[in-house]
């Protein structure tokens, strides 16, 4: 069974920061690479950031040096760090799993490469 839940989203002012945790159960978390996206209200989803099982990664331009994947594969959890947070990274937050593996550069951040996801963690960020 396929389960991904995050958890870890508040709301928080400007500057400030929150770690987000995904669970995914055992098959979820198998089917690398594992992302993040979030969707702001009237936009679209968009990638954050996501991660290889060997460790590559690849974000966002928005939230380079800002925000940090990793993975902790003894609990099968999956993090987003994120520092410096600005009213533009208000949103909810989902985390991804593709159903197979990724044998391009860096793991994928389009939407149309991941076929699981959580219920989503929302994120505000207040001026």
């Known amino acids: 069974q396929v389960q991904l839940v995050e958890s870890g989203g508040d709301s928080v002012q400007t500057g400030g920061s929150l770690n987000l945790s995904c669970a995914a159960s055992?098959?979820?978390?198998?089917?690398?690479?594992l992302a993040w996206f979030r969707q702001a209200p009237g936009r679209g989803r968009e990638g954050v950031a996501s991660?290889?099982?060997?460790?590559?990664?690849n974000y966002a331009d928005s939230v380079k040096g800002r925000f940090t994947i990793s993975k902790d594969d003894a609990k099968f959890t999956l993090y987003l760090q994120m520092n410096n947070l600005q009213p533009e990274d208000t949103a909810m937050y989902y985390c991804?799993?593709?159903?197979?593996?990724?044998?391009?550069?860096?793991?994928?951040?389009?939407?149309?490469?991941?076929?699981?996801w959580g219920q989503g963690t929302r994120v505000t960020v207040s001026s």
């Open positions: 991804a799993a593709r159903r197979k593996l990724w044998t391009g550069y860096l793991p994928p951040l389009a939407q149309s490469e991941y076929h699981y």
């Open positions: 055992p098959f979820a978390y198998s089917a690398y690479p």
């Open positions: 991660i290889d099982h060997d460790g590559p990664t």
